[in-house]
Nanobody, 123 residues
Framework: QVQLVESGGGLVEAGGSPRLSCAAS????????MGWFRQAPGKEREFVAA????????KYGDSVKGRFTISRNKGKNTVTLQMNSLKPEDTAVYYC????????????????WGQGTQVTVSS
């Protein structure tokens, strides 16, 4: 089992740069990939970014490329999503997720999920 707990988020002005953090525990993560997804009201869960724990290979969703950066801290067992130039359409609940193996953008490939943290962007 992998336990994931997200933190950060809240109410942010458009153009802001908040940072989300995901604390992982329960298993050695060396062969896992960690991802961030988001879900806005009435919409499907959307892939945001992912990173392999071991090599730091990354993948981003088209809507956040160039604005968001995913990173991991092996010593602290955390994954961070740095969000820049936020837009109102970035408003969503953001979820941290984990899967065995390589990075992927499909929701159903991820086995473990956090509870989510709300990010609201005001215009």
């Amino acid at each position: 089992q992998v336990q994931l707990v997200e933190s950060g988020g809240g109410l942010v002005e458009a153009g802001g740069s908040p940072r989300l953090s995901c604390a992982a525990s329960g298993r050695t993560l060396s062969r896992y990939a960690m991802g961030w997804f988001r879900q806005a009201p009435g919409k499907e869960r959307e892939f945001v970014a992912a990173i392999t724990w071991s090599g730091g290979i990354t993948k981003y969703g088209d809507s956040v490329k160039g604005r968001f950066t995913i990173s991991r801290n092996k010593g602290k067992n955390t994954v961070t999503l740095q969000m820049n130039s936020l837009k109102p359409e970035d408003t969503a609940v953001y979820y941290c997720a984990a899967k065995w193996g390589v990075v992927a953008g499909a929701t159903n490939e991820y086995e473990y999920w956090g509870q989510g943290t709300q990010v609201t962007v005001s215009s």
